[in-house]
């Protein structure tokens, strides 16, 4: 197994109490869980418990990019609370009173947010309800809590890729651009007829509801496909000097960019895997950008690490981007 789980005896609800923001709480085949409530809204939060990993991809795995390595062993000494799927349209407009997304629907993915935007979101939401404290996680959280014990590709096993939009071992877990556009309801879905190497025939493609494919291990859904996640980090070209903990990676240059986790609907198959990484400046909103948010262990809660490096270190030279406006290799989403 990738991960080794530290303290598996302990879990926040072993002596019987809750969070004092919890609305509902219990456990299941996944583990344990809590829930909060805004109005009508009920969003469900898993519990990652501490342990080490190996963050990135072996050399030998398909549709690495260089930018996955080195390599290397993470320690989480802390556990810590992440939402079980992306922030919902329902739960962003409860706390922001207004929808951006362009493929509306209250299950559906919160896309078109920015990264500034995720920050309003989180001062608002943790000023409604005291105790919460939520944050984005850090690249190495994600990571370890996508993985949830394994150390392939994906969750469930190796990906082999059959086109550039076509591995059939992501079509139980994830909305990619292979998938996405499948019975797709919505009239203003995206234009797909031109995308090549699909793994099924489709004309217009979007997100999807959440929890419609399988969950990880952790019983966290959509982690690798429907929308790209945002995380803490600034970003960085490769893992020479990572933080051997669970901190977020960031520079004295506070307009870099940031780190984007996941893949999404319209993304090609090498970039839906665990230790795929993209990058976009914290102020570009696109359809196929969203979040989920984390929650330390500590009560009241911790902030999450931090760890910076030299001014500038987490921009990208112009020369090396591969696309300046979407995220990752010159890709749509």
Not at 42 to 62: A, C, D, N, V
Not at 187 to 193: F, H, I, M, T
């Amino acid at each position: 197994m990738n991960a080794r789980i530290i303290d598996t005896a302990w879990h926040p609800l072993a002596a019987g109490r809750p969070p004092r923001w919890a609305s509902g709480w219990g456990q299941d085949r996944w583990g344990v869980f809590v829930e909060f409530t805004l109005q009508d809204v009920t969003q469900r939060l898993r519990w990652m418990p501490p342990g080490r990993f190996w963050m990135g991809s072996p050399k030998e795995e398909q549709g690495r990019w260089e930018d996955e390595g080195p390599r290397h062993q993470v320690t989480l000494t802390e556990g810590f609370w992440l939402f079980d799927t992306p922030c919902t349209q329902a739960l962003w407009e409860a706390v922001m009173e207004k929808n951006p997304s362009r493929f509306q629907g209250p299950t559906r993915p919160v896309e078109n947010v920015s990264w500034n935007d995720v920050q309003d979101f989180l001062a608002r939401i943790n000023a409604r309800i005291p105790g919460l404290d939520l944050a984005l996680p850090s690249e190495a959280q994600w990571e370890y809590a996508c993985r949830a014990g394994t150390e392939t590709a994906i969750y469930t096993g190796g990906l082999e890729i059959l086109g550039e939009r076509n591995a059939p071992a992501l079509d139980s877990i994830a909305w990619y651009g292979g998938n996405s556009g499948v019975d797709f309801e919505l009239d203003n879905g995206q234009d797909s007829s031109d995308w090549e190497e699909k793994q099924y025939p489709h004309t217009k493609a979007g997100t999807r509801p959440v929890k419609l494919k399988r969950a990880n291990p952790w019983g966290l859904y959509d982690m690798l496909g429907n929308v790209w996640e945002w995380c803490q980090d600034h970003w960085h070209g490769d893992y020479q000097g990572a933080p051997d903990d669970d901190s977020a990676w960031l520079s004295s240059d506070t307009s870099a960019l940031r780190v984007l986790r996941g893949g999404s609907w319209s993304y090609l198959a090498r970039g839906v895997r665990a230790a795929s990484r993209s990058r976009v400046l914290p102020v570009y909103r696109f359809d196929y950008l969203g979040f989920r948010c984390l929650r330390v262990r500590g009560e009241p809660s911790q902030p999450a690490g931090q760890k910076s490096d030299a001014p500038g270190a987490g921009a990208v030279p112009e020369a090396e981007r591969r696309d300046a406006k979407a995220p990752g290799r010159g890709a749509a989403g």
